[in-house]
């Protein structure tokens, strides 16, 4: 079996050549180990390898059930992927609902980088319709966490810079 975290690790060197030669097969040998013992950084790390092609033959089903593995694990990127996936029907019939259903997820479970991923999306029609209400309620959120970013977004739309039908 061995040592979970330090099997995804390799998987990252030699997918991204660090400390030693690029070599997509050692990566996807590590990841599958890794994945064997339920690591969500390998099943992000594959989910991402098969739906850009790297190292392997672009598959997004393949790829659809490791975001899912991963996201059913709690991690929010894998969320975020299954939401482009559904948005831009990648490998899927594109499905927006689904999609908000998967972004809503990622902010619930992400941490203030992705929840601003999230609200940016909103607020600039990127990978789902836009709403700039939606944008607005979300950055309300995150800027009650102290994040300087998203008080700025909020003051934005209170002065009417932004618009939301507050």
Same mark, same amino acid.
Request: hydrophobic content about 30%; proline content about 1%.
């Given at each position: 079996m061995g040592y979970v975290h330090a099997q995804a690790q390799l998987g990252i060197l030699y997918e991204?050549?660090?400390?030693?030669k690029k070599d997509y097969n050692r990566a996807l040998e590590w990841?599958?180990? #890794?994945? =064997?013992?339920?690591?969500?950084?390998a099943m992000y790390r594959l989910g991402k390898m098969y739906s850009s092609g790297k190292g392997v033959s672009q598959d997004y089903k393949k790829a659809i059930d490791y975001y899912t593995m991963c996201?059913?694990?709690?991690?929010?990127?894998?969320?975020?992927?299954?939401?482009?996936?559904?948005?831009?029907g990648l490998g899927v019939k594109?499905?927006?609902?689904? #999609?908000? =259903?998967?972004?809503t997820k990622a902010f619930e479970k992400g941490n203030n980088r992705i929840k601003i991923t999230i609200a940016e999306k909103y607020e600039n029609g990127d990978?789902?319709?836009q709403d700039e209400n939606k944008a607005y309620e979300l950055y309300k959120i995150i800027a009650e966490s102290g994040n300087t970013y998203a008080q700025n977004k909020v003051e934005m739309y209170d002065l009417g810079i932004r618009k939301a039908s507050n």
């Amino acid at each position: 079996m061995g040592y979970v975290h330090a099997q995804a690790q390799l998987g990252i060197l030699y997918e991204c050549g660090t400390g030693t030669k690029k070599d997509y097969n050692r990566a996807l040998e590590w990841y599958l180990k #890794a994945v =064997n013992q339920e690591s969500p950084d390998a099943m992000y790390r594959l989910g991402k390898m098969y739906s850009s092609g790297k190292g392997v033959s672009q598959d997004y089903k393949k790829a659809i059930d490791y975001y899912t593995m991963c996201a059913e694990k709690g991690n929010a990127w894998a969320c975020l992927e299954l939401g482009e996936i559904n948005y831009y029907g990648l490998g899927v019939k594109n499905n927006a609902e689904e #999609a908000n =259903n998967w972004y809503t997820k990622a902010f619930e479970k992400g941490n203030n980088r992705i929840k601003i991923t999230i609200a940016e999306k909103y607020e600039n029609g990127d990978g789902i319709a836009q709403d700039e209400n939606k944008a607005y309620e979300l950055y309300k959120i995150i800027a009650e966490s102290g994040n300087t970013y998203a008080q700025n977004k909020v003051e934005m739309y209170d002065l009417g810079i932004r618009k939301a039908s507050n």
